[in-house]
């Protein structure tokens, strides 16, 4: 079983800054990617970011320049250090991972449940 737990969201006003975290646990062999999404209030699951095994990193335009991702293989965790923060990043934030359970297994998705991000004006 694999399993995420975010934490690091609240409330701040327009401006302020969040670090979200995001760790990894149980039987897996490896992580090969991560990645953060977002849903807010009415809204479709947006992504925000993803991150390689390697170090490779990719964003969304709406928070390039803003956002920083990173990851720490031996801690199995990834960071996001939200900057500038608008209202407009107001969402439930989960956790993605790409995970192999066994050398040479196929990868498999899990989530974590989330942590809330509210942005006030």
């Known amino acids: 079983q694999v399993q995420l737990v975010e934490s690091g969201g609240g409330l701040v006003q327009a401006g302020g800054s969040l670090r979200l975290s995001c760790a990894a646990s149980?039987?897996?062999?490896?992580?090969?990617?991560m990645g953060w999404y977002r849903q807010a209030p009415g809204k479709q699951r947006e992504w925000v970011a993803t991150i390689t095994r390697d170090g490779t990193t990719f964003s969304a335009d709406s928070v390039r320049g803003r956002f920083t991702f990173s990851r720490d293989n031996a801690k199995n965790t990834v960071y996001l250090q939200m900057n500038s923060l608008k209202p407009e990043d107001t969402a439930v934030y989960h956790c993605?991972?790409?995970?192999?359970?066994?050398?040479?297994?196929?990868?498999?998705?899990?989530w974590g449940q989330g942590t809330q991000v509210t942005v006030s004006s």
């Open positions: 149980g039987s897996f062999f490896r992580i090969n990617a």
């Open positions: 993605n991972a790409a995970v192999s359970r066994t050398i040479g297994a196929s990868t498999d998705d899990y």
